[in-house]
Structures are given as C-alpha cells and as structure tokens.
C-alpha cells in the first residue's frame, strides 16, 4: 500500500515515480524508488 506519510520528513532527493493505469484509467500501481545517482 502506498503511504504519504513519510513526506517532507527527510531532505528532498530526486527519485523516479512512475504511476501504472488501467486501460480504464484506474491507477493500478505505484512504482517510487530513488534516483540511481545523488
């Protein structure tokens, strides 16, 4: 399950957040991991 709750908690880093729809348009997954480089 994806939580918010971790936001504006730590210094911002760049991540990649890539969000999976349905041909339905129904937000099926949530894909958030950090960025390769810092």
């Known amino acids: 399950m994806y939580s918010a709750s971790s936001l504006g908690h ?4 760049q991540q990649t957040l890539t969000l999976t ?3 339905a348009g129904v937000l099926t997954n949530i894909d958030n991991k950090p960025a390769l480089t810092k």
């Open 21 to 23: 729809f349905s041909s």
């Open 10 to 13: 730590e210094d911002v880093t």
